[in-house]
């Protein structure tokens, strides 16, 4: 079926896999990782600092997020560096972050998140 401006709409298979990367990164903290990571590469202490994180929890996201393809590492000593693997995972992060911090996207109902509910806001305040 021809989509919106001419073009085949996705495979269910492709739009799934989609879904899943989007969900992968529906992690405040994992999303977070990438934001810093899409600045440049990091150990995992510099991570845990800079997220607010222990070093166990974002180990952890950091193995989900490398599992996915989402972000390398190589070892530089005794160290972990990690940094994003794809520069377009980190542009569509930085993008949607600066927009919501710009005002730019539109406000979104409240969601009930960890039994927690949080209202996502486009404004900065």
Known sequence: ?????????????????????????????????????SQGEADVGTLAERVGGTLQAVSQ????????????????????????????VATLVRLMIEKLDAGEAPQLPARAVGGELFRFRSSGA
């Open 1 to 37: 079926m021809t989509g919106v401006g001419g073009r085949d709409d996705p495979a269910p298979e492709l739009l799934q896999q989609a879904a899943a990367s989007f969900g992968l990164l529906a992690s405040t903290m994992r999303l977070h990782i990438v934001w810093v990571l």
């Open 61 to 88: 996201h950091l193995a989900k997020l490398k599992l996915a393809g989402m972000v390398v590492n190589r070892r530089e000593g005794r160290r972990q560096v990690y940094e994003v693997d794809d520069p377009q």
